[in-house]
């Protein structure tokens, strides 16, 4: 039996792309003699589709897309996944399913059993979990066909009750196979193989996974399907961050062979370049799947507006990134030259529009309030703010959407102005710390200098006030995302990194400043994740909480 894998990029509710491109893949792999083709889960609404699904036309156009692909599959099967009704009058109104097609009808149903509600997964919000298994016969082969999550319970302390392979395997099946809708994360990946690993080896079965490629919102989905043998090895990894399909055939030992082997993964791709080919999947999608071109961000000459512009100008081109100058009187010469010298490096556009006299309008209608009352981060926020009423009239007149460039040490201790500088449509590095941001810099420049090395090595400031530096405000960026890392990845309690060797005082006073500014990032754009644990629908805190305050 020959099987193709499909690694697609799909589009939340774009039915008519979606179908069309699974159409389009189930042609190919019958022209290249394919038994199977399989896509992956949710593939036909796309993932994840939210409260979209509590339209129930939302459900009957899956439906309906469901019965166009079925039409395609004339001397060829595939497996799709989509939302389905629960016709059980128990339970949520939706079951998360796949569909094994073949010869035009749907010749069986698997409901996904085991639903994630954690960091980013809401699952249970709208699906009813499975409680019955069954395998699939097919050319002579029996199928363990699996969805996700279900395969993710051979942790330690595992979060479900049941195990849908512990059933599936007394039916003596000869493959498993797991569609899957698994986002990016820079450590996921290594993660996702040990477990499936796990699997394959454990039920002494090959397994094939295929996962989402692409990028809905903020989240990011890398691809990477993969094939192992039944002794667990990896027989194949398919490519990270693009689409690609791969032929595999199974053969009357329980074995897998393949044509051409796409990607064998020896050593793994460092974080920070799996994160520069994340955040570039991130932006290009962001852009395409939301019908804009061009990218408008505020250029200041520091490092952090510096990465965003280049990493604008590899996923859009630079031909569509503006990039805006925005001098203040406080802005340093030095910093002017670094921005014009990265709009010449990128050859992207540029504009500089001088925010002097600006802020001294809106100080000057202020002065009978503002009276006989020092200069403070009253003053330093106008600044930050007619910036962004000046970014966002481009906007407005052009076109553009407006990139974020705060990153996540600044958004972790409120490092930024509401309404100013934290406003934007997408954040790119939002989940990317400084001491990364440094790194992401360093690694942009490693064939030629994109980045300019004083951008790099010249200390932070927001440049908001004479001589300001970021650190007058902040601990060292190195022991401040340690303790970031700490607190909101690995979700240690203060005491808990105390016991690391931190200091009292600078471990409660950067707890005390994460939870403060949860206000504020509730109230920023989307920021695309590449952590564990990102800011975002992924990490849901009270803003009015005294906890940890």
């Not at 407005?396 to 509401?418: C, D, M, P, Q």
């Amino acid at each position: 039996m020959k099987i193709a894998l499909a690694q697609l990029n799909y589009h939340v509710g774009n039915f008519e792309s979606n179908t069309n491109k699974i159409i389009a893949s189930i042609r190919e792999a019958k022209q290249n003699g394919a038994d199977l083709v399989v896509f992956a889960e949710l593939c036909v609404c796309g993932y994840p589709a939210r409260d979209f699904l509590e339209f129930n036309e939302f459900i009957s156009l899956c439906d309906a897309a469901a019965k166009q692909i079925a039409a395609e599959c004339k001397d060829i099967a595939c497996i799709i996944g989509l939302p389905t009704p629960n016709h059980n009058s128990e339970g949520k109104d939706l079951n998360n399913s796949a569909y094994f097609i073949e010869n035009g009808e749907i010749k069986a149903v698997v409901n996904k059993a085991l639903l994630p509600n954690y960091d980013i997964f809401d699952e249970y919000r709208y699906f009813e979990p499975s409680t019955s298994f069954n395998c699939i016969d097919f050319k002579g082969k029996r199928i363990a066909l699996t969805i996700c999550e279900d395969l993710w319970n051979t942790i330690e302390n595992p979060l479900y009750v049941t195990r849908p392979m512990d059933t599936l395997i007394k039916q003596n099946p000869d493959v498993m196979i797991n569609i899957a809708a698994s986002p990016f994360a820079y450590n996921h990946d290594e993660e996702r193989i040990a477990i499936l690993s796990d699997n394959a080896r454990r039920y002494n079965l090959p397994l094939l996974y295929v996962n989402h490629v692409g990028a809905q919102t903020e989240l990011i989905f890398d691809g990477g399907s993969l094939v192992f043998d039944k002794t667990g090895n990896i027989a194949d990894e398919m490519p990270y961050f693009k689409e690609h399909t791969a032929y595999y055939t199974l053969d009357d030992n329980g074995d897998l062979t393949f044509e051409h082997q796409t990607t064998q993964m020896t050593d793994r791709e460092s974080d920070i370049e799996q994160i520069h080919q994340g955040l570039i999947l991130g932006i290009r999608d962001y852009f395409y799947k939301s019908g804009f071109k061009q990218a408008i961000l505020g250029l200041s000459g520091g490092i952090d507006s510096a990465v965003v512009c280049a990493l604008a100008a590899e996923a859009l081109g630079p031909e569509n990134v503006m990039a805006v100058l925005l001098p203040s009187k406080f802005s340093s010469d030095h910093s002017l030259k670094d921005a014009e010298d990265l709009v010449a490096n990128l050859g992207c556009k540029s504009e500089t529009v001088a925010i002097e006299k600006i802020t001294d309008a809106f100080e000057t209608a202020l002065h009978p309030q503002f009276a006989n009352l020092p200069f403070n981060i009253a003053e330093e926020n106008i600044q930050s703010r007619s910036r962004a009423v000046l970014l966002m009239a481009m906007c407005n007149k052009f076109g553009y959407i407006l990139l974020n460039t705060s990153n996540k040490s600044e958004a972790a201790v409120g490092y930024g102005t509401l309404y100013g500088d934290m406003c934007g449509g997408i954040s790119v590095i939002g989940d990317v710390f400084k001491t990364q941001v440094f790194q992401l810099a360093r690694h942009l420049n490693r064939e030629r200098e994109i980045i300019p090395v004083n951008t790099i090595v010249k200390p932070p400031s927001a440049e908001l006030r004479p001589d300001q530096k970021d650190t007058d405000s902040l601990p060292e960026y190195d022991i401040l995302d340690a303790i970031l890392v700490q607190y909101i990845e690995q979700r240690r309690s203060s005491a808990e990194i105390i016991k690391q060797g931190f200091e009292d005082a600078v471990v409660h006073k950067v707890l005390r400043l994460v939870n403060m500014a949860e206000h504020k990032r509730y109230q920023t754009p989307p920021i695309l994740r590449v952590s564990p644990k990102a800011f975002g629908m992924g990490r849901r805190m009270p803003i009015v909480g005294k906890y940890l305050t």
